[in-house]
Nanobody
């Protein structure tokens, strides 16, 4: 009942900035979090950031604190991830996601999220 479409991925140089967008359609009564995850081939999907739909609290993995910012625009039904001071290790496919019941883990657990976008590629070169 929820559809997510990411956009904004691109190839940038280290130190540059990029903003990812996630258009959201549909809804779920049990949604409490919207988040961004990233994944490289052969590696586990990693929780990058999340925002509480009820209170607006934000959460970040340690490696992006101070560089990335998650936000939402309710009027446009869009989730954003502002990425500054990009590093080559940020290179990955980025996915947006929303959780729903049952809640399987904390904000950074991919199992908590039951709706996913198709992903958008971010490549950071040095």
């Amino acid at each position: 009942q929820v559809q997510l479409v990411e956009s904004g991925g691109d190839s940038v140089q280290a130190g540059g900035s990029l903003r990812l967008s996630c258009a959201v359609s549909g809804w779920s009564d049990s949604t409490t979090l919207m988040g961004w995850f990233r994944q490289n081939p052969g590696k586990e999907r990693e929780g990058v950031a999340a925002i509480s739909t009820h209170y607006g609290d934000t959460y970040y993995t340690d490696s992006v604190k101070g560089r990335f910012a998650i936000s939402r625009d309710n009027a446009k039904n869009t989730l954003y991830l502002q990425m500054n001071s990009l590093k080559p290790e940020d290179t990955a496919v980025y996915y947006c996601a929303v959780d729903s019941f049952p809640y399987e883990g904390r904000w950074f657990s991919s199992k908590r999220y039951h709706y996913w976008g198709q992903g958008t590629q971010v490549t950071v070169s040095s």
